[in-house]
């Protein structure tokens, strides 16, 4: 099954729908996905050089939402950061938004990311400075994802750590101990209070009550390759893969994907 094809049956039902809440870049993005691989994205001709024989070739749109396109730049941005891999463990925290914040960060997307981005990676940089838990400055690589595998609206932040940083006053790397980067809780708790901060030196202010206890999740990954081929997935393309869409049947369209926390295949 096609996305463009799904974009083809609905789109006049969706922009009948919601089409005052749709962005300019939510048009160009289903009028990108409509044309990939069409006449309507342009045309490459080849000749080949011993028969002569002429070939059109349609162009990809090249959109990030298109889920067929930007396969070589994802290769490209794996590439590069498997370069800067060392060769120690690598932890992957993850830092995720209470459902309270949800609709604030729908609304005002662009000051709420780029807070979100702030406040997790210096939680990790003053954890890392601190003597009592690392005593190093920390390199690390974040990525923000804005959907759950159920691709309901979840935003959150992926960060790959090496386990350990530089001792400044030395300068020489110092490990992590126990395969053990930081606990998670205490993370959770000053990234709570930066964010919060963040948010109101912002001028924003959300009408529901924010919780006290807000998960952020550290785990043990191994070298680190594995964590980066996991976010390249999702950096240059759409949300879902076509070979994930399984059937479209009455206007209800269905889907697969894993469960974060049991590893079984849902639908």
Known sequence: MELANLIETYREALQARYGGQL???????????SRCRTPGAGQ??????????LHWQPCSCGHRSCPRCQNHEASQWLARQREKLLPVDYFLVTFALPA???????????????????????????????????????GMTAVLHTHSRRLTY??????VVPGGGIDLAER????????YLFN?????QVFRGKLLHEIAQAGLRSGERVPERWVVDCRLVGRGDTALEYLSRY???????????????????SFRYTDGQTGETRI
């Open 23 to 33: 962005l300019p870049g939510h048009e160009r993005a289903l009028d990108a996905i």
């Open 44 to 53: 490459v001709l080849s000749r080949c050089s011993e028969c002569c024989e």
């Open 154 to 159: 979840h935003p959150h932040l992926h960060v």
């Open 235 to 253: 950096l240059y393309r759409g949300v879902i893969s076509e070979s994930n869409l399984l059937a479209e049947h009455d206007g209800q369209v």
């Open 100 to 138: 309270q914040l949800r609709e604030l960060a729908w609304r005002h997307q662009r000051t709420v990311y780029e807070a979100l981005f702030r406040a997790a990676t210096q939680t990790l940089q003053q954890f890392g400075l601190n003597p009592k838990h690392l005593g190093g400055q920390m």
């Open 184 to 188: 998670a809780f205490a993370l959770a």
């Open 172 to 179: 020489a790397w110092k490990r992590t101990r126990y395969r």
